[in-house]
């Protein structure tokens, strides 16, 4: 399989910024690090190595650095493997040099963020892995934890998964309760013409149908995608069948409505449902469910005594 590196963009540096800050005042509060005020001459420099204790996938470095940067600008984070890469047990992920206090106090912070976030992307990776060979692309959901939800999907970007929309704000997608508050109460394809009616233009316009028979009026309306909710491969097959025999939209542009598996995904039932020829499979465990990988700090050299300035 071929790993790329990830673009950690603006927009993940202005979340982690936000995160960082949060995380940081939890533990150092308005008095800061009482063990290291006690017992740790701020003069003393040290290196320690980040290195992994398991195989897996990294995501997080770039937020590594700004941890130690954001306590004292002199830190020094050399990382020795990109984001989105594999690692191997014992591979060292950067090596940090500054004040030895500083180091300690963002240690626990530092190992959070990667720990968690590459746990994401070794996971979204076991997933990518199922489907290769098949048409099928890994999607993430809004299954995120609160304020976390940008780097989430970034970690699921480093793992080789494809993002949802990040948020309400910037696609459509009508579930069964949006369909059962509907004023209007009418078919599902209406509800599409309806949504593509009033969205900003270039909107993806996504519905949620739970049968075959939903499906059939969905496509009436020419969505987007269509989200195929807790769907047996058999019916998933089915579907894709029912969605190449549709008739073309006469629209001008007008593209072939993907068709989206959702619900109950696991790696033991991921294959399969690729098969069936869907283009997407949505799957909220990648970002609810994903186990920290195991990632440590580990002292590389002797602590010396340098001037405050270095």
């Known amino acids: 399989m071929t790993y790329t590196t990830c673009e950690f963009t603006r927009r993940e540096q202005l979340a982690a910024v936000r995160l960082i800050d949060m995380a940081l005042m939890e533990d150092l509060g308005d008095v800061g690090d009482l063990t290291c005020q006690a017992l740790i001459d701020p003069s003393l420099r040290a290196t320690v190595h980040v290195v992994a204790r398991k195989a897996g996938v990294l995501s997080g470095g770039p937020i590594g650095q700004m941890v130690f940067t954001r306590l004292e600008p002199s830190i020094v984070w050399d990382q020795r493997i990109a984001d989105g890469q594999p690692l191997q047990r014992g591979d060292i992920i950067a090596a940090v040099t500054g004040r030895l206090d500083y180091l300690l106090i963002g240690e626990r912070t530092m190992l959070n963020f ?82 593509r009616e009033k969205s900003p233009p270039g909107v993806s316009i996504e519905v949620e149908v739970d049968t075959l028979d939903q499906l059939r009026d969905a496509l009436q309306g020419q969505p987007d995608i269509v989200l195929l909710d807790n769907m047996t491969p058999a019916q998933l097959r089915e579907a894709v069948a029912m969605r190449d025999g ?8 007008a593209k072939t409505v993907q068709l989206e598996a959702s619900g ?27 186990i920290a990988l195991d990632i440590a700090f580990d002292w590389s050299t002797a602590l010396s005594q340098a001037p405050l300035s270095q």
């Open 114 to 195: 990667l720990t968690h976030l590459s746990g994401i992307s070794t996971l979204t990776r076991k997933y990518v892995k199922v489907v290769a060979g098949t048409q099928a692309c890994i999607l993430d959901t809004r299954k995120t934890h609160p304020g976390y939800r940008v780097l989430e999907k970034y970690a699921v970007r480093c793992g080789g998964g494809t993002n949802h929309r990040m948020g309400l704000y910037d696609g459509v997608l009508i579930k069964d309760n949006h369909l059962a508050a509907w004023t209007a109460a009418e078919s599902i394809a209406a509800a599409v013409r309806v949504a």
């Open 246 to 253: 549709s008739p073309p939209s006469d629209s001008p542009g």
């Open 264 to 290: 109950g995904v696991t790696l033991e039932t991921l294959r399969a449902i690729a098969e069936t020829g869907v283009e997407r499979i949505s799957v909220g465990a990648l970002t609810h469910s994903a």
